[in-house]
């Protein structure tokens, strides 16, 4: 009798430990996944920054080189506008 409940107990401890390497198993798996979304998120935001960084700097040179033209170009004085003779 004694035998029979000691094989029971181990049978029991047995499947208990299955199904909690089971469990840890997809855990794992889950905890692998997040960490693939979250490598793939981290990559995309770094390459929209890299755009968005060669966007302004391009912004900046065109800027520059706009007040460099605007600065280098002299101003041509306006002539005052003829009035029109009263009838």
């Known amino acids: 009798m004694m035998k029979l409940t000691a094989q ?3 049978q029991a401890r047995r499947e208990a430990q299955d199904l909690f390497a089971r469990d ?3 855990e794992a798996e ?3 996944e997040r ?3 979250f ?3 981290t990559q995309k935001t770094a390459r929209l920054r890299a ?3 060669a966007r302004e700097e391009q912004e900046r040179v065109a800027a520059e ?3 460099a033209v605007a600065v280098a170009a002299p101003k041509t004085p306006k002539k005052p ?3 029109k003779a009263e009838s």
């Open 8 to 10: 029971r107990a181990e």
């Open 24 to 26: 840890r198993a997809k």
């Open 30 to 32: 889950v905890v692998k």
């Open 35 to 37: 960490e693939k979304g």
């Open 39 to 41: 490598a793939v998120q």
């Open 51 to 53: 755009l968005r960084l």
């Open 65 to 67: 080189a706009a007040a």
């Open 81 to 83: 506008a003829k009035r």
